[in-house]
């Protein structure tokens, strides 16, 4: 392994930001990242690369229009035909770094499996086949997740069929090659992702097996946030001794001037509770982030057919046009812009009041640059984010991963939405007062005096600025909080004597949490299933691991949320209550 040879240190220290990016390619140049309001010079693209045409044409259609820092460094490796260590934190774009190469070199089915992915869990597992698939949408390849928890004669039979790329967990792997069903002797790309998390798990013996399965002629790479003495035995004997080691160093973040909220949506109600937000919230100039170029000019057509003062820019819009938007956007011409992090560089505007996550960006380090285009010039700036139940983890990632707190927000009512333009249309009313222009309506309005009470006219002139503010048509005062909670899967079932009130009470002894935090629980025969709500879930995880109960080693992970029965409605239950009388009345008779 290579050492450190060197480093890219940049720091924005004034007030809110901090960045620090550790490079540690030899000879490699990086581009500075500039926050502070300078324009960045442009970093390489992914048509840079050289990936194939079919890879490139799935990454453009995921929206992706830069490689992030880690995605820059390790395709060209791979693509080279040599081994790395990545030492970069969840969040930077991982699975799109190693998938990417990987997908262009292998191209095309050749029969048997090129490519194994070991992930400590299944839930990571099932998120990194998900973005496999992606990536080789365009190719004939097939990708196939292994865990435990889910039958094993399908995967062995999908297996069967012919898989070019399997991604799975350390324990159904194992099971999979001992039962040799799974050949890794022709393997070309063997990718350990999350290798600190496997030694956590006491997984590293494991991974040596298969490790020691898999053909010589491969290449290796490897992920860690962390590296141990363990993992780097681990790398020293199954790497090449040339292997590229490359650091991505944690992106730390203060928000003395950037107060940062989150807002409990449902994927439905995105649209309507943007606006929401925008009616409600006192403001000077926003910029609201999409993911996608797709994205921001689907959102931008939106919110002007509801009226709102609003222009776009992504990659695809002109210079020309983008320098226009960008002036009038900093002279205050244009209220909302609604731009992708690449467009977004170079705004230098002081006054941007606040920051909108429409789309949680795709990585930390675009979260960071987003929330530091606000809390400028010591002024205090607000970042918000749209997060769905499924991103409800991700937030929590963040806070962790950046020291810092994000506050749950309400999605503002009609009747806090009223509330807030009422009180600026009535202090737009008094500063028109103390103005002389109008007197002129004076004799109009003592003329109306005499049909109408002054107070009923009044506020009739109130509700037609109202309606000129409000450009949506609410027709709920209130949206309905999206389900928060998180299912797990845990290393237990009923062939160990399991039953909900020992789950319950093993839980409670861990971690004090109310009985009213906990959902539905599923008990299986080797396994088992809970809910609870998601603010406890990470605490509640870390403080089970490794734990003994009922005579075994606990282990925890994530699972698939399971669509939740709705509530039987009384009729219906006393319906089933009369139906099970007859029947027992029917039994007794005959």
């Given amino acids: 392994m290579k050492e450190t040879n060197e480093t890219l240190n940049q720091k924005r220290t004034e007030g809110s930001l901090e960045l620090c990016l550790t490079e540690t390619i030899p000879g490699t140049e990086r581009i500075p990242l500039v926050v502070d309001g300078i324009e960045e010079a442009p970093s390489r693209r992914f048509e840079d690369l050289g990936l194939s045409p079919a890879v490139l044409e799935a990454i453009a259609e995921m929206g992706f229009e830069e490689p992030s820092q880690i995605q820059d460094q390790i395709i060209p490796v791979l693509l080279a035909g040599g081994d790395a260590i990545g030492q970069a ?11 990417a190469p990987m997908i262009s070199l292998l191209d095309r089915p050749k029969g048997s499996v090129s490519g194994l992915v070991l992930a400590p869990t299944r839930e990571l597992a099932v998120q990194v086949s998900d973005e496999l698939t992606r990536i080789a949408a365009k190719t004939r390849l097939k990708i196939l997740p292994v865990f435990g928890g889910a039958p094993i004669d399908r995967q062995m039979k999908a297996l069967r069929d012919g898989v070019d790329i399997v991604v799975g967990t350390p324990g159904r792997v194992m099971d999979l090659i001992h039962r040799g069903k799974l050949d890794l002797s022709e393997i070309s790309f063997f990718v350990l992702d999350e290798a600190d998390e496997m030694l956590n798990m006491g997984f590293i013996e494991p991974v040596e097996e298969i490790l020691e399965h898999a053909s010589s002629e491969r290449q290796t790479l490897l992920f860690s946030a962390t590296m141990p003495d363990p993992i780097k035995k681990l790398s020293q004997r199954f790497m090449a001794s040339d292997a590229r080691h490359i650091t991505i160093e944690k992106v730390s973040l203060t928000v003395d001037l950037v107060e940062q909220y989150y807002f409990e949506i449902k994927h439905r109600d995105r649209f309507e509770s943007l606006c929401r937000i925008l009616d409600a919230t006192s403001h000077s100039t926003v910029i609201i982030f ?21 222009e776009g820019m992504h990659g695809d819009i002109s210079q020309v046009m983008r320098l226009r938007t960008l002036n009038k956007f900093r002279e205050g011409n244009i209220e909302f812009l609604v731009a992708t992090d690449v467009a977004a560089r170079g705004i230098d505007v002081e006054n941007i009041s606040h920051v909108i996550n429409y789309d949680l960006p795709q990585d930390l380090e675009a979260y960071v640059h987003r929330i530091g285009r606000t809390g400028r010039a010591g002024r205090t700036g607000t970042a ?24 749950r927000k309400d999605i503002p009512t009609v009747e ?37 009470n002054l107070a009923e006219l009044s506020a009739a002139l109130m509700m037609l600025r109202y309606r000129e503010e409000v450009s949506f048509d609410y027709t709920k005062n209130k949206l309905e909080e999206a389900d928060r909670y998180a299912r797990i899967f845990i290393t237990v079932g009923r062939m160990d004597g399991l039953n909900p009130i020992k789950l319950l009470k093993f839980l409670q002894g861990q971690m004090k949490i109310d009985p009213r935090a906990f959902g539905q629980i599923e008990i299986e025969e080797k396994f088992s299933f809970f809910e609870v709500r998601e603010e406890s ?15 075994r080693k606990v282990a925890m992970e994530l699972a698939e949320k399971k669509k939740r029965k709705g509530r039987m409605d009384r009729e219906t239950i006393k319906d089933l209550r009369a139906r099970s009388s007859r029947k027992k009345k029917k039994k007794y008779l005959d």
Avoid at 290 to 310: F, I, M, P, S
Avoid at 542 to 548: F, I, Q, T, V, W
């Fill in 384 to 407: 918000f984010s749209l997060v769905t139940p499924r991103e409800y983890m991700d937030i929590k990632r963040i806070e962790k991963m950046t020291h810092s707190h994000i506050r």
């Fill in 537 to 551: 879930a990470q605490e509640l995880m870390e403080l089970c691991r490794g734990k003994k109960f009922l005579g």
């Fill in 416 to 452: 806090d939405i009223f509330q807030s333009k009422y009180q600026g249309i009535l202090e737009e009313v008094r500063q028109e007062l103390q103005q002389d222009e109008f007197r002129k309506f004076l004799p109009q309005v003592m003329e109306l005096d005499e049909e109408y």
């Fill in 89 to 99: 934190q969840t969040g930077t774009g991982k699975t799109l770094a190693f998938g």
């Fill in 290 to 310: 999409c993911n996608t170029k797709r994205n921001v000019d689907a959102l931008t057509e939106h919110l002007k057919g509801r009226g709102y003062n609003v």
